[in-house]
């Protein structure tokens, strides 16, 4: 898993991003490498659609094969993400539903989160400021070592449409 964001950009990206199970991949592969066998029990889903789904994530260059071990006559596959953090290029209404989505179905399992949407007046200048404030307090937050609670964090700024008079 590179440092780098993972600039979505593709229309294969995109289409990646609009089904909300392969969020949750995502979500669970944040944790490390891990097999089919693995990500299907943690998601509580059948190999066949955790199989499917991967195949999807790693034609968008999303997820790739990280390294395998033999077992008992087989072969573990493991998988991983290919970034760290994602940053969206354009607006994709789809996209962003499927994401949005996902946050939602991750936010249930919290029993005490934190949402805030707030509506600022900001100057051009105020606005890039807070856009680069926000970016690196999530793009330097450090880990803390396996075994610790893994935490989701959803960062968005965006202009505000003017109001229909």
């Known amino acids: 898993m590179t440092d780098d964001p993972l600039e979505i950009r593709e229309p294969a990206q995109f289409k990646a991003l609009a ?11 944040g944790a490390g490498p891990a097999t089919l066998s693995q990500l299907a029990a943690r998601l509580g889903a059948a190999k066949g659609t955790v199989a499917h789904h991967l195949a999807v994530l790693t034609e968008a260059g999303m997820v790739r094969p990280a390294h395998s071990r033999q077992v008992r006559g087989g072969t573990e596959r493991y998988h991983e ?7 969206g290029a354009d ?7 499927a994401l949005l989505g996902a946050y939602a179905e991750e936010l249930a399992g919290d029993p005490d989160p934190l ?14 400021r807070l856009r680069s404030t926000l970016d690196e307090l999530v793009g330097e937050a450090e880990e803390a070592p396996p075994g610790q609670a893994r935490y989701g964090v959803l960062v968005s700024l965006y202009r505000h ?3 229909v008079r």
């Not at 089904?19 to 592969?29: C, Q, Y």
């Not at 607006?91 to 539903?97: E, L, Y």
């Not at 900001?122 to 890039?128: C, Y």
Request: proline share 10%.
């Open 19 to 29: 089904h909300p199970f392969r969020h949750r991949l995502l979500f669970a592969l």
């Open 81 to 87: 993400r290919t970034f760290r953090r994602l940053v």
């Open 91 to 97: 607006t994709d209404a789809g996209a962003t539903a």
């Open 115 to 128: 949402v805030h949407l707030r509506h600022l007046r900001l100057t051009p200048a105020q606005a890039e």
């Open 161 to 163: 449409p003017p109001a």
